[in-house]
T-cell receptor
Framework: GAVVSQHPSRVICKSGTSVKIECRSL??????MFWYRQFPKQSLMLMAT?????????EQGVEKDKFLINHASLTLSTLTVTSAHPEDSSFYIC?????????????FGEGSWLTVV | AQKVTQAQTEISVVEKEDVTLDCVYE???????LFWYKQPPSGELVFLIR??????QNEISGRYSWNFQKSTSSFNFTITASQVVDSAVYFC????????????FGAGTILRVKS
């Protein structure tokens, strides 16, 4: 079946530095990718929608200058947390859809645990 | 507006018991899709099922079964003869044309299966 891979699975960075997380669709072309954030024991909150070749669409309250999203190819989207602070520590997970239509099965990556110290 | 409610925060059962996880959704769209995902302690989300609004037929997959009832806007998930490996957080989610292909998640239900 479809596979979405996310890297790194765990990352620790110093406060003030930037960290990049990659999301790849391994056996299908993902026209749309989504980035979610999940705090401990909470549900997933959508951060942004990433469309190949165009700017990402951010959800209300998400700082686009802090969370940079690039979707340069049909198989890769990246999330860069810029000038990270401890409050950015969280579980970030991406998902990918093979088409634009509603209802396409959406597959998730393994997630990335970010710890900012 | 789209909303998914999973009223059960946490459920504990003993192995081999049957357990039902509830999911109630809200949407004004007549076309929509419902999903269930499993999130084990490692964090990844495992896709379990997708159901469109025009297909009310219940589905069974091994020990898993789903009951979709449009009359009550519910899409409940039952695990028969639960096993310890079923312990995880289970999320119900909704996508609608109005909201693109974005998933709106419920709060999740923590399932603990004890041996």
């Amino acid at each position: 079946g479809a596979v979405v891979s996310q890297h790194p699975s765990r990352v620790i960075c110093k406060s003030g530095t930037s960290v990049k997380i990659e999301c790849r669709s391994l056996d299908f072309q993902a026209t749309t990718m989504f980035w979610y954030r999940q705090f401990p024991k909470q549900s997933l909150m959508l951060m942004a929608t990433s469309n190949e070749g165009s700017k990402a669409t951010y959800e209300q309250g998400v700082e686009k200058d802090k969370f940079l999203i690039n979707h340069a190819s049909l198989t890769l989207s990246t999330l860069t947390v810029t000038s990270a602070h401890p409050e950015d520590s969280s579980f970030y997970i991406c998902s990918a859809s093979a088409g634009h239509g509603t209802g396409n099965t959406i597959y998730f990556g393994e997630g990335s645990w970010l710890t900012v110290v | 507006a789209q909303k998914v409610t999973q009223a059960q925060t946490e459920i504990s059962v003993v192995e081999k018991e049957d357990v039902t996880l509830d999911c109630v959704y809200e949407t004004r769209d007549t076309t929509y899709y419902l999903f269930w995902y499993k999130q084990p302690p490692s964090g990844e989300l495992v896709f379990l099922i997708r159901r469109n609004s025009f297909d009310e037929q219940n589905e069974i997959s091994g020990r898993y079964s789903w009951n979709f009832q449009k009359s009550t806007s519910s899409f409940n998930f039952t695990i028969t003869a639960s096993q310890v490996v079923d312990s995880a957080v289970y999320f119900c989610a909704l996508s609608t044309p109005e909201y693109g292909n974005k998933l709106v998640f419920g709060a999740g239900t923590i399932l603990r299966v004890k041996s």
